[in-house]
């Protein structure tokens, strides 16, 4: 167990939804990372969150969004879904001091019919 | 453009013999590199890194070594035991936090 976890484990739609995803990090981790684990593209970063503020972005669509709370769990907010939105979708984290080392929650599997 | 390549999409092994993992890359701005292993159905375990400032790190029955020049690194996990059979991914980053990782590399290891 990393220490991160992520909710829902699985999440099941339709397109044209929008559904959160939500992780909360390891106890004092204060970066947050999204990957997404498709079965074409592998693990891919989507974004990189530090206390809040956005810190790098990958190759993210523009129908994801995503933040970092005060309380510093963060979401993913994907909108208009489509059928290849579906895949797993990683939360990770990092300290303060070992930003390299990141530790990775479960999962969400996400299909979208 | 995948910048972090694991070729051997498989590998198996006999229980108590050596693992060697390969990884290549094509970005020299990469300074961290990162081995995890992943079960079905669970997210990535951190496993073992090294700094690009090293080339070679151990911990326990893992050890990383890394050839910068040829853009190269490898995981052995000495002896290899039932529990070892995951997936195992490389993974790289450039100062940025950012991890481009490898497809995978499937091992099996036989009783």
């Known amino acids: 167990d990393s220490g991160v976890t992520q909710t829902p484990k699985h999440l099941i739609t339709a397109t044209g939804q929008r559904v959160t995803l939500r992780c909360s990090p390891r106890s004092g981790d204060l970066s947050v990372y999204w990957y997404q684990q498709s079965l074409d593209q592998g693990l891919q970063f989507l974004i990189h969150y530090y206390n809040g503020e956005e810190r790098a972005k990958g190759n993210i669509l523009e129908r994801f969004s995503a933040q970092q709370f005060p309380d510093l769990h963060s979401e993913l907010n994907l909108s208009s879904l489509e059928l290849g939105d579906s895949a797993l979708y990683f939360c990770?984290?990092?300290?303060?001091?070992?930003?390299?080392?990141?530790?990775f929650g479960p999962g969400t599997r996400l299909l979208v019919l | 453009d995948q910048q972090v390549k694991q070729n051997s999409p498989s590998l198996s092994v006999q229980e108590g013999r050596i693992s060697i993992l390969n990884c290549d890359y094509t970005?020299?701005?990469?300074?961290?590199f990162l081995w995890y292993k992943k079960y079905p159905a669970e997210g990535p375990t951190f496993l073992i890194s090294?700094?690009?400032?090293?080339d070679k790190n151990e911990d326990g029955r893992f050890t990383v070594f890394l050839n910068k020049s040829a853009k190269h690194l490898s995981l052995h996990i000495v002896p290899s035991q039932p529990g070892d059979s995951a997936v195992y991914f490389c993974a790289a980053s450039a100062n940025d936090y950012k991890l481009s990782f490898g497809a995978g590399t499937t091992v099996t290891v036989r009783a």
């Open positions: 990770a984290s990092s300290s303060r001091t070992d930003q390299e080392t990141q530790y």
């Open positions: 970005n020299s701005m990469f300074d961290y």
């Open positions: 090294i700094s690009s400032i090293k």
